[in-house]
């Protein structure tokens, strides 16, 4: 059976494929047809192999199993490049939009842009398709395997979509109505670009906290209380702590049992605890429970 990361690694390859055949046909048509947007938007698919291969290069090394020097996985490299892929799309939004703002205030200040041939317009819609079929592909892989760096580049594919679409817009409005119309290009692409800034920074904002081991938030420790509290014979769960190795959680809490319980009577409630801790955060999740007695509660009260 074909592993998550295998079947991330295939579908980022699939990415790989249609970007380099993307890149090329835009690029070629863009120079004969003489529209400079279909040549910037060739360029920019070409970008996207940098975050395939930053995808790729992540799951290769997230897929390692535990060994002597990353007890906990190498998850992290996923997180790593999940949030390098998000740095690269806002360098891909900032340079769209700052590129549109350049063309937007010479074609407001009277600057006249000849028109591109129609084969361009064609190429760019074909893109948007492309890219947009891409991005759902990647998209519900990304989702059915739990991976962020699979998600994030996904969204680098609907960049290239959102920048085809400017580039439609823009040899579209120069090609039927001419004139100052052509001021449509720009200003669809300084909209891509704060879009797509805006979904950067939320992509960078989640693997930091990844990286910088953020808890999993309050939900999910309540979710465990309400767990532990309903395994038998055990109570007062506490000391919680969570956080995520990549897609993997790492928790690790406190539980009080009665005081005449035996240390295999104990060791077992633990490990009810752990199942059950499991079948809600995954079978790879690492789950470390403490036992401790019951009176521990009442002497700290007395003390």
């Known amino acids: 059976m074909e592993s998550d990361y295998k079947y991330g690694k295939r579908v980022t390859l699939v990415g790989t494929v249609v970007n380099i055949l993307l890149s090329f046909v835009k690029l070629l048509v863009g120079f004969f047809s003489g529209s400079l947007a279909l040549v910037a938007d060739g360029f920019h698919s070409l970008s996207d192999l940098a975050s395939d291969l930053v995808v790729y290069v992540g799951l290769s090394f997230a897929e390692k199993p535990d060994d002597s020097s990353h007890h906990f996985g190498h998850g992290k490299f996923e997180t790593f490049s999940a949030f390098l892929v998000g740095v690269l799309l806002a360098l891909a939004g900032i340079?769209?939009?700052?590129?549109?703002?350049?063309?937007?205030?010479?074609?407001?200040?009277?600057?006249?842009?000849?028109?591109?041939?129609?084969?361009a317009l064609y190429i760019t819609i074909l893109s948007v398709v492309v890219k947009e079929i891409l991005y759902r592909y990647t998209k519900n892989a990304g989702k059915k395997i739990n991976s962020p760096s699979v998600i994030a580049n996904a969204w680098h594919h609907r960049s290239d979509s959102f920048s085809s679409i400017g580039a439609s817009l823009g040899i579209a409005g120069a090609i039927f109505l001419g004139g100052k119309w052509v001021i449509l290009d720009p200003l669809a692409g300084i909209i891509v670009g704060l879009i797509l800034l805006k979904e950067a920074l939320s992509i960078i904002r989640t693997n930091v906290a990844g990286l910088l081991d953020v808890s999993l938030g309050?939900?999910?420790t309540s979710l465990i209380k309400k767990i532990v509290e309903?395994?038998?014979?055990?109570?007062?769960?506490?000391?919680?702590?969570?956080?995520?190795?990549?897609?993997?959680?790492?928790?690790?809490?406190?539980?009080?049992?009665?005081?005449?319980?035996?240390?295999?009577?104990?060791?077992?409630?633990?490990?009810?605890?752990?199942?059950?801790l499991k079948e809600h955060f995954g079978e790879d999740a690492i789950v470390t429970v403490h036992v401790e007695p019951k009176s521990l509660c009442s002497d700290a009260l007395q003390k």
Do not use: Q, Y
């Not at 939009?97 to 129609?118: C, Q, T």
């Not at 309903?230 to 790492?250: D, F, L, M, Q």
């Open 95 to 119: 340079v769209i939009g700052k590129d549109s703002f350049v063309m937007f205030r010479a074609v407001f200040n009277g600057e006249i842009l000849h028109p591109p041939k129609i084969w």
């Open 218 to 220: 309050s939900e999910s």
């Open 230 to 276: 309903s395994t038998a014979n055990c109570s007062e769960p506490h000391n919680i702590r969570t956080r995520s190795v990549g897609k993997r959680v790492v928790l690790s809490l406190h539980i009080r049992v009665n005081d005449n319980f035996t240390i295999k009577k104990g060791h077992s409630i633990a490990h009810d605890v752990e199942d059950r």
